[in-house]
């Protein structure tokens, strides 16, 4: 590590000088972490995108703060209680400032709240009816109808400073952003280097690490390279082939953690579907149940994927309410090509048929891949696959419901709100039914038993029973496969020894919790 | 002259015209940025929003007649992902690639002329030979590669040059220029060289074919025989008449360098405006896409007519008209 040596040397140089002229200063800790992509926005109502969301955690709080391992707990709220089913009266923190000197109060919340609706992500407030300030330091949130998991959305909720922001100006609020979290924008060259500073009067005490550096080094390759190098200490997705060699490099090491993001495959269980001639086969359980077991997850996880996935055992992971203890996909319908063509036989197709499946080529890890290894597997319960594989600028619009194209999807899902509600109402609840509920179906699925318990679920206050019902939902759909579960994405990161970093499952890189030697 | 000035104007604005509409109506095949900017369980009712925040509700048509109205204003549109103005984005990160680029074609010129005329005046030295079989290597290997490999011996495995970013830039003019430290052209290094290899092959085959062409005419033996230095002969009279097809190819490549410097600037991470222009067509940012290859078009109009103008000099038989 020449390279390393020379820079060491050279930084030594430089302080050794620094010393000599200002007096002994203290060692300040830094870090450089390479992203994968640089982020686009600083303003938390602007848009969505992991690397945006990473700086937007650093820069604001939210008032309930989600940990590492997704459990929640006080952020810029102390606590908070049900007044009755509807209502929630939230005590703020006190004595939070933000980066500007500016003191957080109630009207900040309430304004943030009401900035949403007008903004791009409305979706962050959806739930909320009304919020008013009781006094400095109290909030009252009403919902619609009960709804037991209120703060966990909250935790998405960044807030802005009311007078800073309205003069300002969203737009400027990229360039110039203004949060009371751990860290403050020090400067910002695009596609080059994004450096934040410790904010020291952090309300939850002082930043360990003083400067943090990220850079975005698009190519994978690149990445591995500039972590080798020691031009950065943590790279965030470090390339599945590159896994081993950075692995038997000394003075480096892999840390790799389940992700949320489940890979699986939507069925069209509508009538006449657009990819297949005549009738929709998949509109029989038998047929869906038969794709499941034509499938070898292990394969795909052990050949395409390197090992490095997780195959999913339901919908949602064990840490969300909804998770059924023991419940497993895999030992419900494990690979059974036999069994699969006994299926196809009864439910009278027993020559298979074909369709097309849709599949991103740039979203998730190896999804061309993996489309290419289905469409081996079913061809040997005789079921054709056409494989229509796109980018993922043009997928989402492709297979917007009501899907007009397509019959098989492959993509991804993940509840960071540690909650299965939100996604069974998205995904499985009946379309066109009730405002919000099953606008991405994808596979048109329509059970009234689940639409009952989904309902039932976003109208207990109680999370207790709320884990029961939407447990009750698990199990139906599991035995009904409107959908496939196939794996967990595996987050892999590359970092220097030294380096203290404990990945969380929402990917989020989170420099107040690391720490260097 | 006069005549020849406004011809070309004309050109060049029926060209970007042209670009224009071409690209605006090849955006909509490209897919649809409001998703990629709301989240992927948004409602109709959130789409909807989305859609009017970015002034994409209306039909494309509507859509170009504003773009093009507020353009002849000077408003170039504002990134959908970004919400910056188009025009500031790109010019925040040509000066990054031009450097790169004018470091990438110095690079080539100062190699490839010397050892281009050197292998058309001895065709059959083994030099030569040596030559040639390397600008072959050069022409065919990819630019990908050739970083990659770059990377790896100089950067990982010697730790002689750092793999990727830009380094410390010194300020001149309000420009950030990587040019004006020792830092910025320990990172310019690498990319440079890659960058410049395709185009130094190229250019060095030019100039040994012209060269090779020349030494048969008569002037040339005359000259010798006159008592010009072998030097001479071959820099002052051959080169010259050599040059002129080199310049044109020169044009050519430099535009083409600035276009297309996006591997190289995807793989050294270097910040210019390619890497840009890949992010944007990621994410279907229709207005930074539209904006950036107007200018592209626009920089190869102007290179063009700055070659025309070489040739005149070269060459004073060749007129403008």
Redesign the interface.
């Known amino acids: 590590m020449k390279y390393l040596s020379q820079s060491a040397l050279r930084a030594g140089a430089v302080g050794v000088a620094i010393l000599a002229a200002t007096g002994a200063v203290a060692q300040e800790k830094s870090v450089t972490i390479g992203l994968t992509a640089d982020p686009s926005h600083l303003y938390p109502l602007a848009g969505e995108e992991l690397s945006s969301n990473i700086m937007y955690y650093h820069l604001y709080d939210p008032l309930v703060k989600r940990s590492a391992d997704l459990t929640f707990g006080p952020g810029l709220a102390e606590s908070w209680e049900n007044v009755d089913d509807t209502t929630w009266r939230f005590k703020l923190r006190e004595g939070v400032t933000f980066h500007n000197g500016n003191a957080f109060t109630a009207d900040d919340v309430v304004f943030t709240v009401n900035k949403a609706r007008e903004s791009i992500r409305p979706d962050l407030v959806a739930n909320i009816a009304e919020i008013k300030a009781i006094d400095d330091l109290t909030v009252e949130i009403t919902t619609p109808q009960p709804y037991a998991v209120l703060p966990n959305d909250l935790a998405e909720v960044l807030i802005l400073d009311e007078e800073y922001t309205t003069e300002t100006g969203d737009e400027q609020m990229d360039l110039k952003p203004m949060g009371t979290g751990p860290y403050m924008l020090e400067e910002w060259i695009k596609e080059e280097k994004l450096v934040l500073s410790a904010f020291d009067e952090y309300w939850a005490g002082a930043p360990k690490i003083k400067t943090v550096t990220f850079r975005p080094i698009t190519n994978p390759a690149t990445r591995t390279a500039a972590l080798l190098t020691g031009e950065v200490d943590v790279i965030q997705d470090l390339a599945v082939r590159d896994v081993e060699r950075v692995r038997n490099e000394e003075g480096f090491e892999v840390i790799t953690r389940p992700s949320l993001l489940n890979v699986v495959l939507a069925m069209d269980t509508r009538e006449k579907s657009p990819t297949i001639e005549g009738d929709n086969p998949m509109t029989d359980q038998r047929v869906r149940e038969a794709i499941a077991r034509a499938i070898d997850v292990d394969a795909i996880n052990k050949i395409v994927m390197n090992g490095l996935a997780t195959p999913s055992e339901q919908f949602v992971p064990a840490s969300h309410t909804g998770y059924v203890d023991g419940m497993n996909f895999r030992e419900m319908y494990p690979m059974d090509i036999e069994k699969s063509k006994e299926l196809l036989a009864e439910a009278g197709y027993p020559d298979g048929f074909t369709m097309t499946l849709d599949a991103t080529n740039n979203r998730y890890v190896n999804d061309a891949q993996i489309a290419q290894a289905l469409a081996s597997m079913l061809a040997k319960v005789g079921i054709t696959l056409n494989l229509n594989i796109m980018p993922k600028s043009n997928f989402w619009g492709y297979i917007r419901v009501p899907t007009e194209n397509s019959s098989f999807i492959m993509s991804g899902w993940d509840v960071p709100a540690g909650d299965a509600g939100s996604m069974y109402g998205a995904l499985f609840y009946t379309r066109d039914k009730r405002e919000g509920y099953g606008q991405v179906n994808r596979g048109s699925f329509s059970n009234a038993e689940l639409d009952k318990l989904v309902d039932e679920a976003d109208a207990t206050p109680s999370l207790e029973k709320r884990d029961e019902i939407l447990q009750e939902a698990t199990k139906l759909l599991m035995a009904e496969i409107p959908m496939i579960p196939l794996h967990y994405e595996q987050d892999i990161y590359g970092v220097r020894d030294g380096v203290t970093l404990e990945p969380r499952t929402d990917k989020f890189i989170w420099a107040y919790d690391m720490d260097v030697e | 002259m006069l005549g020849y000035l406004l011809k070309r104007l004309i050109q060049m604005i029926l060209v970007l015209w042209i670009v224009s509409v071409i690209v605006f109506m090849m955006m909509s095949f490209?897919?649809?940025?409001?998703?990629?900017?709301?989240?992927?369980?948004?409602?109709?009712?959130?789409i909807a929003?989305?859609r009017r925040?970015?002034g994409l509700d209306e039909s494309l048509l509507v859509q170009y007649w504003k773009f093009i109205s507020s353009l002849v204003q000077g408003d170039f549109g504002r990134s959908y992902?970004?919400?910056?103005p188009a025009m500031t984005?790109i010019l925040?990160?040509l000066p990054a690639t031009v450097e790169m680029v004018l470091v990438a074609m110095v690079l080539a010129v100062i190699v490839a002329i010397p050892l281009g005329v050197y292998a058309g005046a001895n065709p059959n030295g083994r030099i030569s030979r040596t030559i040639m079989a390397g600008s072959l290597l050069g022409i065919s290997l990819p630019g990908f590669w050739v970083g990659?490999v770059l990377?790896?011996l100089f950067?990982?495995h010697?730790?002689?040059?750092?793999?990727?970013?830009?380094g410390d830039t010194g300020e001149i003019f309000g420009l950030?220029i990587s040019l004006l430290t020792l830092d910025g052209w320990h990172h310019i290094a690498l990319p440079a060289i890659t960058l410049s290899l395709a185009t130094m092959a190229i250019l060095l085959r030019m100039t040994r074919a012209g060269m090779m062409e020349v030494s048969r005419q008569d002037f040339m033996k005359f000259a010798r025989a006159k008592g010009v230095t072998r030097k001479d002969v071959l820099y002052r009279h051959g080169l010259k008449n050599a040059l002129i097809p080199v310049v044109t190819i020169f044009g050519l490549q430099l535009g083409d360098l600035i276009a297309f410097a996006t591997i190289t600037e995807?793989?050294?991470?270097w910040?210019?405006m390619g890497?840009?222009l890949?992010?944007s067509?990621?994410?279907?940012d229709r207005p930074v896409i539209v904006v950036y290859l107007m200018l592209v078009a626009l920089i190869f109009v102007v290179i063009n007519f700055l070659v025309d103008l070489v040739y005149t000099l070269i060459d004073p038989r060749i007129t403008l008209k």
């Not at chain 2, 992902?81 to 910056?84: E, T």
């Not at chain 2, 010697?158 to 970013?165: A, H, I, K, L, R």
Request: hydrophobic share 45%; charged share 20%; aromatic share 12%.
């Open positions: 490209t897919g649809d940025p409001v998703f990629m900017v709301v989240p992927i369980d948004a409602t109709d009712a959130e929003q989305a925040l970015l992902v970004f919400r910056q984005l925040e990160r990659m990377i790896y950067a990982v010697w730790g002689v040059f750092p793999s990727s970013g830009r950030r995807t793989i050294f991470s910040p210019g890497k840009l890949i992010d067509i990621y994410r279907a």
